[in-house]
Structure formats: C-alpha cells, structure tokens
C-alpha cells in the first residue's frame, strides 16, 4: 500500500461551475499540504453529460454507441482540464490525462465498458515529480485505442478502480451529500449519518436506491478491500467510510433503511406447477435483458400456482410483451401488472447474528396497518413490497422501529 | 493520387446546430452518391472553442498551453460524433476518429503544434471497408500521446495536410463564404467570385486580411500540390479552386485586392546609418516574437536615417517596448506609434510579366488624392500603407482601376 497517496473524486455538482472548480482546488490542496500525494478523478460539470446527450437525441433517436462515447466522454475532459488551471493559478502542478492517456483499458462494450486493467505507469512517474494528477472520470480505451465510458456513475468506478490499482491508502468520493444515513433524510426525520458502514451494507443499500454511489465501484473496492471514504465538497464535515469490517464488536442489528418507488411488479397466473416452469420464465426474461428483482412464488393449489416477480418501472412494457409469450407457452392464463408499488428495505450486516428481525419488521408493519404484498429476504436484507401510497410511513415506522434515530456510529 | 478520394472539411458556421450538421451529412452522402470516397474533417460547433475559451479565462488569465489544448479539442469531438450519427440516421456507415486515434502526430508545442507526419493506417483501413472517415480537425497528439491543437484555423490545416498523405484527388473546404473574391464584398461592391486562383495568390490575400483560408494550410496545399476547392456548405454554389497553375494561357496582371487595418506602424527616427544597424533591430523584435509586415528604411541624410514598420496591433505595446530599448542602445532619438492606418493591396501573378503595374497602382491612388505612407512590393503583390479613413475608398479605387469587376474567371 502506498500509505500517502489518496484518490479523490468529484462529481458534476462538486465541479459545476468556476466557483465550484476552485473550491475543488482548495480540497485538494489541503491534501498536499498534509503531505499526501493525489489523483483526482473528475466528472463532468453539472449537467453537461445530459446536454450532450440530448444533442444526440437531437439528431438520431437511436445514437450508435460507440459515437455516443466519443461525444460524451469530452465533459470529463473539460472539467479534469479547468480543474488543472484551478491548481496552477494557485502556484501548484497538475497535469489532467483522459482516460486512453492513463491506460484505462476496457472491454469493448461501449457506454457500458468494463475496466479490463489500468496501467499505472504514467500516473506513477508524474507523482513521483510531485504532480497532482488529475484522470477524466467514466470513461477508458479499448486494446484498438477505441474511446469508451463506463456508465452512469461511472466516475465512481474510474476512481475506485484507479486507487485499487495504485494501491492507494483510501478512496474519497466528494459529492453533494454528507455521507450516508440511516434513511433518506428528506423522507424520514431523525434520519443519522452513519460514521462506518460496510461494503455489504452499502451495496444492498446502493442496490435498494440509496443512489449515493454506484454500485459496480462498491464491488470492485470490495473485491479489493479498498476503504472508501463518502463526504460532501460542499460543507467539508466528516462522511461515511465504507469498508470491509467496522471497528464495532458487536454489530447494530440494522445500519439503514431504504425505499424504492421505481419497479413495477408482474404477476403470471395460474401456472402449472412442474419442475423447470420457473426457471424458463427466468432465463427467458434474462435473454431479454430484463433483470428481475423480487420473485415470489406461492404455494401451489392443486398443482397451479402465481408468480409474481417485480422488474424497474421502464422495463415494464418490454417485461409484459415477454410475460404474455412465457404465459401462452406454458399453458398460465393471465398477465397482471402493478406499477402502484413501493419497496421498503432494512439493511444490516448485524441481521446475520440477530434472530428475529423479520419478524420485528413484520409486526411493526402490521401494527401500523399496513399490508406487506411481498416479501424477499438476504443475509443482511429484509425487503417488503407494499402499496405505494404507503410506502413512506414503512419506511418511516420501520426507522423508528429499529432505533435508528439514536444510532451512534 | 487515389482518384476517387476527397477531403471534406465544413468549419464551425457548417456543423452549428442539429439542421446544419444533418445539411452537412447530406452534402457528403452526394459525394458517397457519385461513387466518392469522402474523409470529412470538422470544427467545433459555432462559437463552441470561443466558450471554452472564455470557460478557462474565468478560471485563469493565463491558463497552461497543455491544458488548454485538452480543454478546446474537445468541441470537434463533438461535432464529429454528431455528423456521424447523422449519417448512421440517413443510412450511410460513418467513423468518428480524433487526432491521435487517426495518428495525427504533431510537435509538442501546445496550441500552436505543427504536424510532423500522419499514420493514414487506420483511415485507409475504414475507407477500404466502404465507411465515410470522420475526424475531427484542429487537432493531433505529440508521440507520447499529448494532445495538440494547430493554432487558429487549424481545422484547414487538418484536411489539407490528410488530403496531401492519403493522396486525395481534392480537399474541399465548406465555408459560409461562396469562395474566394476580387476583394471582400462587404467593401466594394461589384466584386466578382474567382473560379480559380493559385497558391500564390491566395498566400498573399491570406496574409494581407482575406480571411477565408487559414496560411499554413495554402502553404502545405502549395508544398504537395493539392487542389483545393473553396466553397459554401450553405448555397452549393461553384466555389474557387486554389491550384498550382491556373489553366489559362495569359494571365490577367491582378487578381484581387485586399484591405488590412489590423497592423499599427512604428518609426524609429533618427537612427544612425551604420551596416548592421537594421539587422540588429529585426533580430531584436523576432527574439521578442514580434512578426513584422512591411518594413521602409529612408535614404539618409547626414548619417541619419528613420526605419518604419508595421506590426500587428495586438502586439503594438510590446513592439514599443522592445523598439525604445532598442533606439536607447543604437542612439536613435524617438520611437513614434501610428495606429490610424490601413494597407491596401493588390494581387497577381500576372504582375510578374506586366509592367507598370505599381505605376498604375500609385497613378489611381493620386488621381483619388490618397496619399500613400509606405510601399512594399513581392514579385506578385504590391502593398500600400494609407491613413485608415481612406482604407476602404483606396480597395474600391483600385478594384475598379484593375477591371476586377469585369473579371470573368
């Protein structure tokens, strides 16, 4: 490990405009002055990627991918090189790369690339002259020299990436919120800020719509225990560390609740109950390049049964299309769709050790009246879809429920 | 030469908006149309290199020439990825490609680079597999992979140069102008559309204020021989063809004029007539980066003499500064500045085996009582410094003295 390197990321709000560029400045600033080397990865400014994509729409609905790279891989590239003037004019070297100029090398699936490796020669030689490097963020080259990127929220990925392969002390990810809490607070009052948090939790709570940090760069700075550290460019105060253990003994039992209101659930009705029925309605979903996520199946009556499975909102009509073929194939008779649907999560790596907290969450739900129409359970999650109307009170009943207005750490 | 080759090039006006961009795509699918094979190069959209521009001067007043070139060659990666999905809309395959991807290799010197030689590998490749070749202008990279841009204009200077290495049988430079004129149609009326014109000419209408064609790119035209059509992407009218020699048997003595008032004179007075006394001014103010136009040196009276000479005007404080030096060190009393002038030109090969041209020239001015300041003269121009106020009657007598507006080729 090199113990005095950081890398330090930027997102669009954190670099939106000149004021904001020389705030960035003056983070990484304070780095230097403490002695610790830095490679800042930048996003792109406020909603430049938006607007260049809506230049494409402009002109083809259906922007072949590898040109949609080429168009909005430049954001990065201007805002890595501004942020570079920000540093000089205040007397320090810097130096911005893209992501082809540092070796980001990626498959060759273009706005969705897969970082294959990174070669960390360049940005290594420049740090040892005292440089602050400064990459564009969410996007690589593949082996031809074929511009990609990453993603939505693929700067994330650049910069987790890059401090893994560098072997850097920690990973910051300076964005528009503090850190991350117990709930969103603008849905739960009382919602904490959480100091520590695992990599586990984190990613159940990213995955459950806690839209803090993508998904794919917790995975990788899992993959490489590399700690990550969540806090706002805009008050400085201190954030969220994500990482592989938390320092506690004993674990909360539940870190954070999150809500959902973006899937629509699909139930297919009266389906003979034989082996393998399930898993070729699945496989003929994933063909289709539709990720499903709860699926529940009841018990069957008189060898028929329901099942129902809950698909993102904007996949829905592609999802019936398929449903209804599945549905004709194998003899079921209906295809129900339900958009009016919430989702509500508690999330623990604490859970694991702790028994009943299903149960505690059920009853609470309950208590308060509100009907639980599914329910999906993993090794640090317990999830409830209910009516979407309803949505907000579970999340809010199930905060209180678990203490997690009083949580201390 | 590869017959049926051409270089496209469409600057910023061409490619400003989604309507322009889609007009630009249908003018190269008529080339694809008449079995063409078409590389296109592109500015960046309109003003866009202006905002960028402007984007890092709010950050620095000085902003590295490194950065900047990584800031501002990303517009014509925009509009590349644009023309290409336009095509990709109407039918056609297309290839985005910036500099380095197409092995534009360039000097190191940021903003202002010079192309060293271009690898046409990977564009022969595309043009062979029957795609249209998309790059985007004004830019390439130095051997490490730095990114360069080729100073103002340098979008001609990239279809030049890749029309001149893949043995083009054309570069056609769209514009929004219709092509190259007998004097600028804003100030004299009657001005008539060359349908051809040499290198020659077009250099020194170039240099002397005809602002259609950036200089190095006549200048590489020149060097390897390659026609050059000049035209509008707005009207498709017949645009001008710059070539090595025109076809006609006489040549007409002038073929345009042109009017400056861009450049401010300065006069060193009193300057000691000694050997090397001129030679050691010059070399002073090249050291210093001051490009000098015309230069007059009096006879001397007594020993003494007054050596003009003009400079452009952005540079004029820093040529004063360097000139009172210089005066100090060789003795001379004074340096005076003059910003109120204007310099009329007239351009011709013809000139070359017509004499009296300059007598002619001269003989109109005095009749129209414009006294004439300074003279310079090439084997195919002549160049005369007037007080600003009598600029532009000065063009329009002397396109009228010449027959410009009865010109017919």
């Known amino acids: 490990m090199r113990n005095n390197l950081y890398v330090l990321k930027f997102g669009g709000t954190s670099v939106?405009?000149?004021e904001r560029i020389e705030e960035v400045a003056?983070?990484?600033?304070?780095?230097?002055?403490?002695?610790i080397n830095v490679v800042c990865v930048v996003s792109a400014m406020g909603d430049t990627t938006d607007r260049l994509i809506s230049l494409a729409k402009e002109i083809s609905p259906f922007p072949s991918e590898r040109e949609m790279d080429m168009l909005i891989s430049t954001g990065e590239q201007v805002s890595s090189a501004l942020l570079a003037m920000a540093l000089h004019k205040k007397g320090y070297d810097a130096l911005s790369f893209v992501g082809y100029q540092v070796g980001i090398i990626t498959d060759t699936s273009h706005t969705q690339a897969r970082i294959l490796k990174i070669e960390t020669k360049k940005i290594l030689d420049a740090l040892r002259k005292k440089r602050i490097v400064i990459v564009a963020g969410f996007q690589g080259a593949t082996e031809d020299g074929e511009i990609t990127t990453l993603?939505?929220?693929?700067?994330?990925?650049?910069?987790?990436?890059?401090?893994?392969?560098?072997?850097?002390?920690?990973?910051?990810?300076?964005?528009?919120?503090?850190g991350?809490?117990?709930?969103?607070?603008?849905?739960?009052?009382?919602?904490?800020?959480?100091?520590?948090?695992?990599?586990?939790?984190?990613?159940?709570l990213a995955f459950l719509g806690a839209q803090v940090m993508q998904v794919r760069a917790v995975e990788v700075a899992k993959k490489f225990n590399m700690p990550i550290e969540v806090k706002s460019s805009f008050t400085r105060k201190e954030g969220t560390i994500i990482m592989g253990k938390t320092k506690f003994i004993e674990e909360p039992e539940v870190r954070g609740v999150a809500l959902t209101e973006n899937e629509a659930k699909l139930t297919i009705c009266n389906v003979p109950d034989k082996p393998g029925i399930a898993a070729s309605i699945f496989t003929e979903l994933a063909k289709n390049n539709i990720n499903v996520d709860m699926i529940v199946q009841n018990v069957s009556h008189k060898k028929i049964t329901d099942i129902s499975f809950t698909?993102?909102?904007?996949?829905?009509?592609?999802a019936e299309k398929v449903s209804q073929k599945i549905a004709q194939r194998i003899g079921a008779t209906e295809v129900l769709s339900d958009c009016d649907i919430a989702k509500v999560s508690v999330v623990g790596v604490g859970m694991r050790s702790h028994p009943g907290?299903?149960?505690?969450?059920?009853?609470?739900?309950?208590?308060?009246?509100?009907?639980?129409e599914m329910i999906s359970t993993s090794e640090i999650s317990i999830s409830c879809v209910v009516r979407k109307k309803e949505g907000k009170k579970a999340l809010q009943v199930l905060h209180k429920e678990f203490n997690l207005d009083r949580i201390k750490k």
Chains 1, 2 share one sequence.
């Open 180 to 204: 991350i809490y117990t709930a969103d607070p603008r849905l739960v009052k009382g919602a904490k800020k959480l100091r520590y948090i695992t990599f586990d939790e984190m990613l159940e």
């Open 16 to 18: 939106a405009n000149r």
């Open 357 to 372: 907290v299903a149960a505690k969450c059920f009853s609470a739900l309950a208590k308060r009246k509100i009907n639980i």
């Open 311 to 318: 698909v993102p909102k904007n996949l829905l009509s592609k």
């Open 151 to 178: 993603g939505r929220g693929g700067s994330d990925l650049s910069a987790v990436a890059l401090a893994c392969c560098l072997k850097a002390e920690r990973c910051v990810i300076y964005t528009d919120v503090e």
């Open 26 to 35: 003056k983070i990484v600033i304070s780095y230097i002055k403490k002695g």
